[in-house]
């Protein structure tokens, strides 16, 4: 193999990008730019950034140092170009409400997280149609599409359920039929699971989870693929509809999205996530091993009804997720302990896990999903997910494994032997 034929790994990407595109007085770091506006010598040359040309203005639309996380981000995901939000609900409601309008029809896989559910009630409010269906089955999202449909969305792995969509199929499908096929990629990540290559036009991350790392940020992006023909997209509205057609999608959204909508990421957070970013690689590889020998060992419990793993055998999409994820299966498990055990009394007798909320973390996170981040979807909406009034929801950190192990076996037995 040459020298020149050699492609670098998404670590050593991601360790250089900044240092390679010039940050200030080479610093390997792009510094953190808390400038709200910015100068220029030239009244033209500010004109012109208004009018489209790559530059900075005002930082509600953007700062080099959120620029700079960026660049990072489409370098992850091979895409296009990409924008960063205040949040990942940002980046979803940026993006369903801009490039969405009344009169058309939204296709979704009925397993999505809580808030992205309460959201589409407010598209519905907007005169959006919206379908759920379930996308572990390509046929389901095929027979839901409409005349007017004009988008299909779905996550890599579902939060709690851990089902896993047929991401490839519904890719097929939406190609055929012209439709914007977005895949909210947050429990997978770019080192698990590229969009791209199941024909994803946008994936959409919430950066505060394993891109961060730590639970010291917040954030949300959009990453364009290049693949759609934004062209012939027929939301596009004239004003965006200059330069490279590849390009009219990420623009409308930004202007509507950050500019109208205000959903700003501040250049300090932006900072620590792409900081985080350097170690992706790093924790998940081992939080993955992690939750794989968890949810074995709660697999083996008498004290256990169920556990839901992608990484198990008997996991209905095991074999899909072994494909689409490299022989690797995420950070994210939920299972219910047996009747006689109560969740909550469970919960309480762990010593390492932490009872909170969130994703992605460094540390391993346990809530009791039903009462929870579920609790206001209703009983009929969780049945329909498939989440159990006793279902436990644990996000896996990198801990050592044998104290991982213990805690949860303890708290298990502990919980038995008191019946």
């Given amino acids: 193999m040459t020298q020149d034929s050699h492609s670098e790994g998404l670590t050593t990407r991601i360790l250089h990008a900044d240092r390679r595109q010039g940050a200030e007085h080479g610093a390997v770091h792009k510094p953190i730019h808390t400038s709200s506006q910015y100068a220029y010598s030239d009244a033209r040359e500010l004109a012109a950034v208004f009018q489209g040309k790559p530059g900075f203005s005002y930082a509600r639309q953007g700062t080099p140092t959120t620029a700079a996380l960026e660049s990072k981000l489409a370098i992850m995901e091979q895409g296009r170009a990409s924008i960063v939000f205040s949040t990942g609900m940002a980046a979803l409601a940026a993006m369903f409400t801009t490039l969405l309008k009344s009169g058309d029809h939204l296709i979704s896989s009925q397993y999505v997280f809580g808030n992205t559910n309460s959201l589409f009630g407010s598209l519905r409010q907007l005169g ?7 996308a572990t089955d390509v046929e389901a999202v095929s027979a839901a599409i409409q005349p007017n449909t004009r988008m299909v969305f779905v996550e890599t792995i579902a939060n709690p359920g851990t089902q896993i969509a047929d991401l490839a199929g519904i890719g097929r499908l939406a190609k055929e039929n ?14 698990l699971f590229k969009a791209r290559d199941v024909q994803a036009s946008l994936v959409m991350h919430s950066l505060s989870k394993h891109i961060a790392g730590q639970a010291q940020a917040l954030g949300g992006a959009l990453i364009d693929t290049g693949l759609f023909d934004w062209f012939s997209y027929p939301n596009i509205l004239d004003i965006y509809k200059s330069g490279d057609p590849a390009g009219w999608g990420l623009t409308q959204i930004k202007k509507k999205g950050l500019r109208d909508m205000g959903a700003t990421l501040a250049a300090e957070p932006a900072h ?9 690689a790093l924790r998940l590889e081992r939080a993955c091993d992690n939750a794989l020998a968890l949810a074995r060992m709660l697999q083996a419990h008498t004290a256990v009804d169920m556990v839901s793993y992608p990484g198990l055998a008997g996991h209905p999409q095991h074999e899909r997720a072994k494909v689409l994820f490299g022989g690797r299966y995420g950070t994210l498990l939920s299972f219910a302990p047996i009747s006689k055990v109560d969740c909550f009394d469970l919960l309480n007798r762990l010593k390492v896990a ?8 460094t540390r391993t996170l346990c809530l009791p999903a039903a ?6 979807m209703g009983h009929q909406m969780r049945a329909q997910m498939g989440i159990a009034d006793n279902l436990i929801r644990v996000s896996v950190g990198i801990e050592d494994e044998a104290d991982l192990l213990h805690d949860f076996s303890s708290a298990l037995t502990s919980c038995a032997d008191g019946l």
Avoid: N
């Avoid at 620590?272 to 992706?280: D, N, P, Q």
């Fill in 178 to 191: 012209g439709l914007l096929y977005v895949i909210d990629s947050t429990l997978t990540s770019p080192w």
């Fill in 128 to 134: 959006i149609e919206v379908t759920l269906v379930d």
């Fill in 371 to 376: 009462h929870t981040i579920y609790f206001e």
């Fill in 354 to 361: 932490v009872l909170a909320t969130h994703l992605g973390d």
């Fill in 272 to 280: 620590r996530i792409a900081l985080g970013a350097e170690t992706l």
